[in-house]
């Protein structure tokens, strides 16, 4: 009966293992896109109070995940260190699933209310990038 027992255990850890990897492989089938937000911040205190906490909540009610925010005006922002050039005083990568998913975030009238916020306190540049 113990053989039995340990077979079958057997067997079905084999089948879990199984489906993560195949989980995990077909998840990389799809190509993940990094939005790259340089942003030229010239109130660091009111962009960080007033607009990029809004910004943040846009990005996360849409979908996107924020991968790294970097310079000034607070709001979670880690240090940029720069290894040529002049790095720019805040900058954001974002994830997301697809570029229609950025466009429809970056498009909504959610997120357009809070740009009127950060155009006062900054000027953006961004780009899209395709993931592996």
């Known amino acids: 009966m113990r053989q039995y027992f340990a077979a079958g255990l057997g067997m079905l850890a084999g089948i879990a293992v ?3 990897a195949f989980t995990g492989l077909h998840a990389q089938g799809k ?3 990094y939005l790259v937000t340089e942003i030229d911040v010239t109130n660091p205190e009111a962009y960080g109070k007033e ?8 990005i996360k009610n ?3 995940k924020l991968i790294a925010i970097g310079g000034s005006a607070g709001a979670g922002a ?3 260190t720069a290894l040529a050039g002049t ?4 900058v954001t990568i974002q994830a997301w699933d697809s570029l229609d998913q ?3 975030w970056y498009k909504s009238a959610e997120y357009q209310e809070a740009l009127k916020i950060g155009e006062k306190y900054a000027t953006f ?3 899209v990038i395709e993931g592996q």
């Open 51 to 58: 607009f990029a906490p809004k910004a943040q909540a846009t």
């Open 31 to 33: 190509p993940i896109f």
């Open 18 to 20: 199984g489906a993560v």
């Open 62 to 64: 849409s979908g996107g």
């Open 102 to 104: 950025i466009n429809a």
């Open 78 to 80: 880690k240090s940029v």
């Open 125 to 127: 540049r961004r780009y």
């Open 87 to 90: 790095p720019p005083k805040r």
